[in-house]
């Protein structure tokens, strides 16, 4: 017989948007389980998103997940801008007055992971949700498999599909697995990671006539650096010289530090919102809900944003029987959530070249970018849209 677990709110998916979900509702005194399919150290240890928005890190530190984002992290007050041979600094606390924190989502993660342990919360790993059920009654369900093939059913009074681009819960939710609005990019990022000390402070961004490329930090001695390249590129197939002579040559003016290259990874650029967020009491929240290609650092922002949303609407739902917020949780979420959409497609489209790109387009770039770096007001919507607006009722 199919063992039934009971608690209640089932979480699908231990990502920055599921454990932070447990985290906060666990002050709240609401007891929750979270599943993965992954290990603990599987999760620990994917490198994916870097940059927090200030409301991330004082959601992060003032719930007590992680006050090492503010030791171990490091401050940006800004960012660079280049084309044409030149650097343009957009000086994010000059003009808005924030900042963003360079902390990795693997280091977000093992603070969550550590916080939820420590709180004897469950947390369960290797275990593999095959859908949802019951999304319109008022005990929807998930059905998983764990590590050993055995089924079981986690019963709950509200189930959240925090499981990522490929979510099992959307289909409880939408109605399909893929039900949403989509767009994809001809181009992907080529991303390495290298021994070598920061070739800059700060992000540089560039645009260049062979494409864009992105120079990041990660710590004193290890780097993350990206190129933008063909999605069906073998990333074995560049030597490390390739690699360190296309970055140089991005970047021209500008010299980079190199170091041997101990990881590469290509990743694919698509912009995706689901048609619903929410079915009765299942509700899709991160990337799950929403994917948006990494080129204005929104992914896990976002994830966080609409956690902090549904936390208040499922406190009010399951402490207080109101459901007023829950049910304003979609049109609410969907505000920012087509704004991030906005800016990742903007910063995407004005930094890099599209393969049938006319030189009308190129130029047209270029008079883009002298009019977000010349002016006052394109420089500030940048900082403003980066450093991320107010998160609900703070
Ligand atoms: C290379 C890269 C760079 C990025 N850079 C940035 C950045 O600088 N800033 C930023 O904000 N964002 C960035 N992002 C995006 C960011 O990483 C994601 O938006 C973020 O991880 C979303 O969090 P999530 O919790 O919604 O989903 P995920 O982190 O994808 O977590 C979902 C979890 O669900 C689990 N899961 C999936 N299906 C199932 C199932 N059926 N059963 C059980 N478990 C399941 C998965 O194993 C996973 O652990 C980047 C992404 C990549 C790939």
Known sequence: ?????????????????????????????????????????????TIRA????????????????????????????????????EGHRI????????????????????????????A????RFGVTATRVDGAGTDRPSIVATDAGGREFVIEAEFVVGADGS??????????????????????????????????????????????????????????RMYLQCDPELDPNSMSDRQIWDDLQSRVDGHTLIEGPIFQRDVLRFRSFVAHELLRGRVALIGDAAHT??????KGMNLAVADVVLLDRALRALLLDDDSRLLEAFPETALRRIWKAQHFSWWM???????????????????GELRSVVESEAGSRYLAEAYTGWPLAGR
């Open 1 to 45: 017989m199919t063992e039934t677990t009971r608690t209640r709110v089932a979480i699908i998916g231990a990502g920055p948007a599921g454990l932070l979900l447990s985290h906060l509702l666990a002050e709240a005194g609401i007891d929750s389980i979270v599943i993965d399919q992954r290990t603990r150290d599987e999760i620990e240890h």
């Open 50 to 85: 870097g940059i927090l928005e200030q409301g991330t890190v004082e959601v992060l530190r003032e719930s007590g997940a992680s006050d090492r984002v503010l030791t171990v992290g490091s401050r940006h007050e800004g960012i660079e801008l280049r084309f044409a041979g």
């Open 91 to 118: 000086d994010f606390e000059s003009l808005v007055g924030r900042s963003v924190w360079l902390y990795p989502q693997h280091e977000v993660l093992k603070d969550l992971i550590a916080a939820r342990i420590a």
């Open 120 to 123: 004897g919360q469950d947390l």
């Open 166 to 223: 490929r979510s099992v819960a959307r289909a409880a939710v939408t109605g399909s697995a893929t039900g949403g609005y989509f767009r994809e990019y001809p181009f992907a990022w080529f991303g390495i990671l290298c021994e070598a000390p920061p070739s800059s402070d700060e992000l540089i961004y560039s645009n260049s006539p062979d494409g864009f490329a992105l120079i990041s930090q990660r710590s004193a001695t290890i780097q």
């Open 292 to 297: 948006v290609p990494p080129t204005g650092a």
């Open 348 to 366: 995407t489209s004005m930094l890099h070249s599209t393969p049938d790109a006319s030189d009308f387009d190129r130029l047209r770039q270029l």
